[in-house]
């Protein structure tokens, strides 16, 4: 069997721990190319680069593991690094080690699971993770044990084709940690609001601001789950239909 | 029964052709508030301004009907939006009209689609409207009475919580138009590639371009009947859960 290809993004940028943890936990399971963006993209989505171009650049800050840094988004990365490789296609995406969970609705607005998506819409199996610590110097040792055990299956097992994978890793002590939880995304909302201030001029501008309003949650869910302290895996795809509505939509007589 | 009040965004920009052919088309339905974004964001998927403020000032552009430009997203311009109505909810949340097709898979990319997406998120019904014809003098006439005709029908019938719709109007004359289907999203993906440029200085940059594939196409979905001359309406929800998967990885040995 030739050497597997792991192509690795995040949505933190090349600089961050995570994208470390994450390379270091899988660093002995095949040839990495990593493409990661070179300044932070949270929240990016699944936007791309439509209306500007982009820069990519080699750098060495990755010792020995091929690397190159990106201007645009996570998935502008994710189709980068399918470019640079040509007619190779990588045999694993992986995306994170995210700084912060992604549970729930939060995929949508995720950088780092949309690059997982991006991976799925191009039928190479794909993970996201993310640890639930926002700080920059999270600790992602036990984070790293959970990479290389789930990356590992991932290889042997595959996945179903147009599929990826959201794992969070709850940021506990490991003897604290109960388990692996396979379920599904949970309904969750962002309560929004934007902070209004002003800047040195009198003009008005707005931070978006808001909390992450989880209640009324079923027990089979990511959000349930992670908060009890288990590590949750949600199988992931890309059709948004609402397949029990079209029935009842075609009733109406337009 | 109180006037109906309808928040207004798209993702080309407040002074595209589109959205002021949306504002005629429903003016007089109800209250419009617009909040469109200032300069044209396509591709920016479900992107939000986490690590930047955003500006948000009012325009005269659309002459009686209060409008605000900002610089956000089109899902910030949503978030923005209900923020500034405060305890008002908008009965309606509409985005477009779209200049191009958001069929497929193209939903994760689309700025219009996203704000619709965000739209069902907050509990509102939403729908997104595009017609197939990229140019800036679009002719959106027949697309005009599609919209009435189809927010018409979303106000007086409601929609299935957390859920929007995704139409698509094909550009031909009206009397080449087949009829109105309701389906589900069909699964094509974009074959990208990068324009590889050298700038003035001789340094590398890129244009992410490509091909749309829609190769195998199932009959019962957008593409094929837009393709065929209909206009088309998925219903659209945002659990991307791949619940066929979720049995099938409990087994596991985790």
């Known amino acids: 069997m030739s050497e597997l290809l792991i192509l690795i993004t995040n949505d933190d940028g090349y600089s961050s721990k995570g994208i470390k943890a994450l390379i270091n936990a899988v660093k002995n399971l095949g040839k990495i190319l ?3 963006p070179d300044s932070p993209q949270s929240g990016m989505g699944h936007a791309i680069s439509v209306n500007k171009p982009i820069r990519c650049y080699k750098t060495n800050f990755f010792d ?80 790293e044990k959970i990479v290389q055990i789930i990356s590992k299956k991932v290889i042997k097992e595959g996945l179903k084709k147009g599929t990826c994978l959201n794992v969070n890793i709850p940021n506990i002590k490991e003897n604290q940690i109960k388990g692996i939880k396979v379920c599904r ?16 001029l009198g003009k008005d501008y707005y931070w978006l601001t808001g909390s992450f309003s989880s209640k009324e949650q079923a027990l089979d869910t990511d959000i349930n789950y992670l908060e009890n302290n288990y590590v949750t895996i949600v199988p992931t795809q890309f059709d948004m239909t609402c397949h029990d509505s079209v029935d009842e939509l075609k009733k109406w007589k337009l």
């Open 185 to 200: 995304q949970g309904r969750a909302f962002w309560d929004d609001t934007f902070d209004h201030r002003k800047d040195p």
């Open 34 to 36: 990593i493409v990661a």
């Open 64 to 143: 020995s593991v091929e690397a190159y840094c990106c201007t645009g988004t996570p998935v502008d990365c994710i189709k980068m690094g399918l470019y640079l490789l040509k007619d190779k296609k990588p045999d694993l995406i992986l995306s994170g080690i995210n700084h912060g969970s992604n549970v729930s609705t939060n995929i949508l607005y995720s950088g780092t699971m949309s690059a997982a998506v991006e991976g799925a819409l191009s039928g190479i199996p794909s993970v996201g993770y993310s640890l639930t610590d926002y700080s920059d110097d999270a600790d992602f040792q036990y984070s």
